[in-house]
C-alpha cells in the first residue's frame, strides 16, 4: 500500500474515532434544540445521526481505498470485475449494511477486509449502547 493511501485510511480512523469518543464522552455539539420535559433529546438525536453518518462514509471510503491495492469485497463468493463507480457504490453500501447489523451476505470481505469489518460491527453494537447511556446521562443531569 503507498504511503497516501496510508495517509488518508489513517485519517479517516482518526475522524471517526474522534467523533465516536466526542459523542460517548459528552463533547460540545453544536445543535440546541432539545425537548423539554422529556427523556428524548433532539440534540443527541442528531448528533448519534451525523455519528452514523460519519462511520458509514468513513468505513466505505477505507474499503474503497482498499479496493485499489486488493480485493477487499467480494460479490456472491466470486470476484466480479466492477468499475470504479460500482466499487464505489458496493463499498458505502456494505458499509452501512455492516454498520447497521443487517449483513444480507450479498457481499463478503476478504483479507485485510474481514478484520476492518470487525472493527466496523464492534462500533455497530457499541454505538446504541452509547445513545442509551448518553440519554440516562442526560436525563440525571436535568434531574
Not at 485510511?9 to 459523542?23: D, T
Not at 471510503?61 to 466470486?78: G, N, P, R
Amino acid at each position: 500500500m503507498d504511503t497516501i493511501s496510508a495517509l488518508l485510511i489513517a485519517l479517516i480512523c482518526f475522524i471517526i474515532m474522534k467523533s465516536i469518543l466526542e459523542f460517548i464522552t459528552g463533547g460540545k455539539v453544536r445543535f440546541s434544540m432539545e425537548m423539554k420535559e422529556s427523556r428524548f433529546s433532539i440534540e443527541i438525536f442528531y448528533t448519534l445521526l451525523v455519528i452514523y453518518s460519519i462511520v458509514i462514509i468513513g468505513f466505505g471510503l477505507i474499503y474503497f481505498i482498499l479496493s485499489f491495492h486488493q480485493v477487499v469485497l467480494i460479490e456472491y463468493e466470486e470476484y466480479r470485475d466492477v468499475s470504479v463507480l460500482g466499487t464505489f457504490i458496493h463499498s458505502f453500501y456494505f458499509s452501512g449494511v455492516t454498520l447497521l447489523t443487517i449483513g444480507y451476505g450479498d457481499i463478503t470481505p476478504v483479507g485485510i477486509g474481514r478484520l476492518v469489518v470487525l472493527i466496523q460491527a464492534l462500533i455497530g453494537y457499541i454505538l446504541p449502547t452509547a445513545f442509551v447511556l448518553r440519554i440516562v446521562q442526560t436525563s440525571n443531569e436535568g434531574s
